[in-house]
């Protein structure tokens, strides 16, 4: 996937719906990182303009902070989503997946799409969110721990768990403040 500042992957054919493509490199979706496709026979290639963007795989998030700003921006990027036909249950979300302009600080995903077994968007975010723990160095990691729990156990929409996570952002700039 990631390898000597490009990202390309192969794809079986027909993963990647029609209206899907015409969307996702069309740059309309600008949570997404624009994609080109080239077709032959077996399969389909894709590869993503990453351009001043890296993988968060590449970087240690060492701050429960930094991590709850990643968490709700992709949650705003699935919530977005939909908007476009682009189905957030579909989405593979990992830190392979989500990029990360460190001079702008901006986020931007990577759209892969999962195969029928694994469309479970709330296992993948909490996965997600387990992922981002894992590099804390700050002792306030429980923050993620109970994010992903939320996330896990109770049936609430995108608004609600971006909610959620703001909420835990005060709780933890009131604790570290004061």
Request: negative net charge; proline residues 2%; glycine residues 4%.
């Amino acid at each position: 996937m990631w390898n000597n500042k490009e990202f390309k992957i192969s794809l079986e054919l027909g993963c990647i719906l029609e209206y899907e493509k015409i969307m996702l490199s069309s740059g309309m979706c600008s949570f997404f990182l624009p994609m080109q496709f080239l077709d032959d026979d077996t399969a389909e290639t894709a590869w993503y303009n990453c351009s001043g963007f890296a993988p968060l795989s590449g970087y240690q998030i060492e701050k429960t902070e930094d991590a709850l700003y990643i968490l709700e921006k992709v949650l705003l990027i699935l919530n977005k989503s939909v908007e476009y036909f682009i189905s957030p249950a579909k989405t593979t979300i990992s830190t392979e997946t989500v990029f990360y302009n460190k001079d702008t600080d901006e986020v931007k995903m990577a759209y892969i799409p999962l195969n029928t077994q694994k469309q479970n968007m709330r296992k993948n975010l909490a996965s997600f969110t387990i992922q981002l723990k894992q590099d804390i160095r700050d002792g306030r990691s429980s923050y993620l721990t109970d994010a992903s729990k939320y996330i896990l156990q109770h049936n609430y929409d995108f608004k609600d768990m971006i909610n959620k996570v703001g909420t835990y952002k005060r709780q933890l700039y009131l604790e570290t403040h004061q």
